[in-house]
Each structure stands twice: as structure tokens, then as C-alpha cells.
């Protein structure tokens, strides 16, 4: 693999164009970098994400990093089989989620820390001299003929074209290529806003604790990991969408509430 910019005058070839360096384009180019096809990855971002996003990996994921090669390496940072604990407000548990079995071979809820989980399927890729991955560089025209597709992208040195066979859409919710292609995102989006955080030195519980408040009036629910030792460094955009929501002090109260049995709603205050 290659990690790079494009300084040909003339638009390079290649078999695939995969347009987004998330957990779906770096798996694809994984997986077509062990079939011997020659792919470009190109994303926008610097490079892989550093902040948390999602938590869980199931089964048939793990079934397919398998197929890449990669399951020894993911499965070591992996905590494999937890549950969740459901909490109100008060402290009481109201539902206990647990999955048995491996009908596919593995548990099939599985906690994962997606800035890890991206190195690590990046790194997969410098097994393969064919497959190049090219941050910091943003996709702005997308055409095609009867035989090519053509992408035009933007990086630090100017405005570049590649071309292809297929181009594949891997962008994410403001998807370049699914609007380019005048696609519309199907679905809804929940009207909570959420908070994840990646805790350092927790509890060696399998199982995570889920404070949830649905108390009406009540512009914020909590979920959280437990944590012995909390620092959260919180960024100034976190800040801006939380604003009015104490979270420092909320993380403590549930924090108290694991270690000393704490009822949350004594200490929560709107």
C-alpha cells in the first residue's frame, strides 16, 4: 500500500475507486487488495478517525475480517461476548441485554474501539503493493463513459483525475457520490443527541452500564461507560451541542453510583 498524492498530468487507472477511508471502504479495499485488484482509496480526512463513533462489532463483521486476514489482530483488541445493563435515572436496572451462542463462530456482540479498529484495517493494507490510500483529498466531479468512470478530487498540490472500471460509494451519510449520482439517503434520524466516550483504566467488567433519564422536561439521556479513574478532555464543538448539559459532573455522579451505590437521581439536577 501506498499512502500518497497523485502528481501525473494524465489520470491514472485503476481497476477500482473506493471513495471513502471509513470501516466499509478500508475493509473493501482489503478484501479486493487479496484478489489482486488494483484499487484507490481517497478520503477527505487526514487519515483515520481518532474519535469515538461506534461501539460494536457482531459476528458476521468479524466473520468478514476473517476473510481479510485480519480477525488474529482485530480479535486481540476486541472485548468479545459483553452485554449491557440498562439503568433509569434512579439506578434501577429495567432490562439486561446478554447474546448467546455462535451460530457464525463468534460472539455475536462484540465492543470495539473504532479509531483502532481504522489503523488497523489500514494497516492491512500495506500488504498489498496494489492498493493506495490517499487522505486529505476531496472528491469534487464525478463522471463516466461507456467504459470508464472518472473522478476528479482535490489535494494539497491542485486538482487531480483518476479513472477507473468501478467507483464505489464507502462516504458516509453526506456521501459525495451518492448525491453526485442523485441519490437520496433513505431513513430517518433520531432527534436525540448523543455523547460517546472512550474510557481509559474501567472497571474489568465484560458489561457495560447504560444510565438512560426519559424524564420529561428533560433535553438530555446519558449513556455511559463506568470508569474508576474518568478524565474526559471534551472538544470545544462536543461543548458547543452539549451547552447547558453538565457532563463533568454527570460523569461523576455515575462514576459514584457503580463505586458507591450512589442514587443518581439525588444528584442529577436539570
Known amino acids: 500500500m501506498s499512502v500518497e498524492a497523485s502528481r501525473s498530468a494524465a489520470p491514472e487507472f485503476f481497476d477500482v475507486i473506493i471513495v471513502g477511508a471509513g470501516p466499509t471502504g478500508l475493509t473493501l479495499a482489503n478484501l479486493l487488495g487479496l484478489e489482486g485488484v488494483s484499487t484507490l482509496v481517497i478520503d477527505r480526512k487526514p487519515g483515520t478517525v481518532e474519535e469515538p463513533r461506534a461501539v460494536s462489532i457482531d459476528d458476521e463483521s468479524l466473520r468478514v475480517m476473517q476473510a481479510c ?113 442523485g441519490y437520496r439517503l433513505e431513513g430517518e434520524t433520531l432527534p436525540e443527541r448523543w455523547l460517546i466516550v472512550d474510557l481509559e483504566q474501567s472497571p474489568a467488567e465484560r458489561d457495560t452500564l447504560v444510565f438512560c433519564d426519559f424524564r420529561p422536561k428533560r433535553d438530555h439521556q446519558l449513556i455511559g461507560f463506568t470508569p474508576k479513574d474518568l478524565q474526559v478532555n471534551l472538544s470545544r464543538e462536543v461543548r458547543k451541542i452539549f451547552k447547558g448539559f453538565f457532563i463533568g459532573k454527570l460523569f461523576g455522579v455515575v462514576a459514584a453510583a457503580i463505586q458507591g451505590n450512589v442514587d443518581c437521581e439525588d444528584h442529577i439536577s436539570h
Not at 480479535?75 to 439503568?87: N, W
Not at 474501539?113 to 500495506?126: K, M
Not at 490510500?133 to 470508464?148: C, E, I, K, P, W
Request: glycine share 10%.
Open 69 to 181: 486476514g485480519l480477525i488474529e489482530t482485530i480479535g486481540s483488541t476486541i472485548v468479545p461476548g459483553y452485554g449491557s445493563h440498562y439503568l433509569t435515572a434512579a439506578g434501577s436496572i429495567f432490562l439486561r441485554v446478554k447474546p448467546v451462542g455462535k451460530p457464525y463462530g463468534y460472539p455475536r456482540r462484540n465492543a470495539f474501539r473504532q479509531p483502532t479498529f481504522e489503523r488497523q484495517l489500514l494497516e492491512g493494507l500495506t500488504r498489498f503493493a496494489h492498493v493506495s490510500v490517499r487522505f486529505n483529498s476531496n472528491a469534487t466531479m464525478l463522471g463516466h463513459d461507456d467504459q470508464y468512470v472518472e473522478l476528479s478530487y482535490e489535494d494539497a498540490a491542485g486538482s487531480r483525475k483518476v479513472r477507473s472500471k468501478f467507483l464505489i460509494g464507502c462516504d458516509g451519510a453526506s456521501s459525495f457520490v451518492r448525491k453526485s449520482l
